[in-house]
């Protein structure tokens, strides 16, 4: 019986998680971070994107040969379906037919930039012109061990990895935090990122920002992939020994 005991305590041992396994962040008392705008924050726009693009003037009537209507210019939920059916989409060419003006080029450009091309293409017709491009099909997915993974459509220009896995209830405690990947689409090009989520390194990176399209994937930890097997987690051996060791003391009686 001395031998079974000293064999659970060890199996309950095995089961203990770690501060260095669990908590976040854990270099942050001696990061110096990088100033937030030398990392591009702006969304990159792609093929098959929705675009609203707002068009505002100190003259209204110049503005009105583009078809746009007045308003605040201000997206709400409601409304996001109705903005899908009239906006723009981009080709696969890389092109949106904008009206008055023909096709404009804006795969690869930020948001900012493509305000920018869109304001120079208006200004010799548009006296002043104000121009906000925003996308409306702005998604991302998030996988694995987190308490709600599913893919998340959003209204806001920016949004931060740990906002995007806050909004996917952050990970279960079955989740890796030194293993969170990040499959991204830069162009033809498919870039994948591990971020470890126990230090900062990473916050200085293009990866703090969640991109249009990004799967984020968490991986199960060891216990939690061991769980998915026959005999289970540590909680569940430790339960099969205490039945074996009650069996063995009745009958010993």
């Given at each position: 019986?001395?031998?079974?005991?000293?064999?659970?305590?060890?199996?309950?041992?095995?089961?203990?998680?770690?501060?260095?396994?669990?908590?976040?962040?854990?270099?942050?008392?001696?990061?110096?971070?990088?100033?937030?705008p030398e990392i591009n924050?702006?969304?990159?726009?792609?093929?098959?994107?929705?675009?609203?693009?707002?068009?505002?003037?100190?003259?209204?009537?110049?503005?009105?040969?583009?078809?746009?209507?007045?308003?605040?210019?201000?997206?709400?939920?409601?409304?996001?379906?109705?903005?899908?059916?009239?906006?723009?989409?981009?080709d696969a060419?890389?092109?949106?037919?904008?009206?008055?003006?023909?096709?404009?080029?804006?795969?690869?450009?930020?948001?900012?930039?493509?305000?920018?091309?869109?304001?120079?293409?208006?200004?010799?017709?548009?006296?002043?012109?104000?121009?906000?491009?925003?996308?409306?099909?702005?998604?991302?997915?998030?996988?694995?061990?987190?308490?709600?993974?599913?893919?998340?459509?959003?209204?806001?220009?920016?949004?931060?990895?740990?906002?995007?896995?806050?909004?996917?209830?952050?990970?279960?405690?079955?989740?890796?935090?030194?293993?969170?990947?990040?499959?991204?689409?830069?162009?033809?090009?498919?870039?994948?990122?591990?971020?470890?989520?126990?230090?900062?390194?990473?916050?200085?990176?293009?990866?703090?920002?969640?991109?249009?399209?990004?799967?984020?994937?968490?991986?199960?930890?060891?216990?939690?992939?061991?769980?998915?097997?026959?005999?289970?987690?540590?909680?569940?051996?430790?339960?099969?020994?205490?039945?074996?060791?009650?069996?063995?003391?009745?009958?010993?009686?």
């Open positions: 019986m001395k031998k079974l005991f000293v064999i659970l305590l060890a199996l309950s041992l095995v089961g203990c998680a770690l501060r260095k396994d669990v908590a976040y962040y854990q270099d942050i008392d001696e990061k110096k971070f990088t100033p937030l924050s702006h969304q990159v726009i792609q093929v098959n994107d929705i675009l609203n693009i707002k068009l505002t003037s100190l003259n209204p009537e110049s503005v009105a040969p583009f078809s746009f209507e007045g308003g605040d210019g201000q997206m709400r939920p409601q409304q996001i379906e109705v903005l899908r059916l009239s906006g723009y989409i981009v060419d890389g092109f949106i037919e904008y009206p008055h003006i023909g096709k404009i080029y804006l795969k690869g450009k930020t948001t900012i930039e493509a305000q920018n091309i869109i304001k120079e293409a208006v200004q010799d017709e548009v006296k002043n012109p104000n121009v906000k491009v925003t996308l409306l099909n702005y998604k991302f997915t998030i996988q694995g061990e987190v308490r709600m993974p599913g893919t998340y459509e959003i209204l806001e220009e920016n949004i931060t990895l740990p906002q995007a896995l806050g909004m996917a209830g952050d990970l279960t405690i079955n989740g890796r935090r030194d293993n969170v990947t990040i499959i991204r689409h830069d162009g033809d090009e498919r870039i994948v990122k591990r971020i470890n989520l126990t230090q900062t390194d990473w916050m200085d990176t293009p990866f703090y920002y969640v991109k249009q399209n990004d799967i984020i994937y968490v991986e199960p930890n060891n216990p939690r992939v061991k769980s998915a097997g026959f005999i289970g987690n540590v909680g569940t051996v430790i339960s099969v020994f205490s039945i074996i060791l009650s069996t063995v003391v009745i009958l010993s009686r």
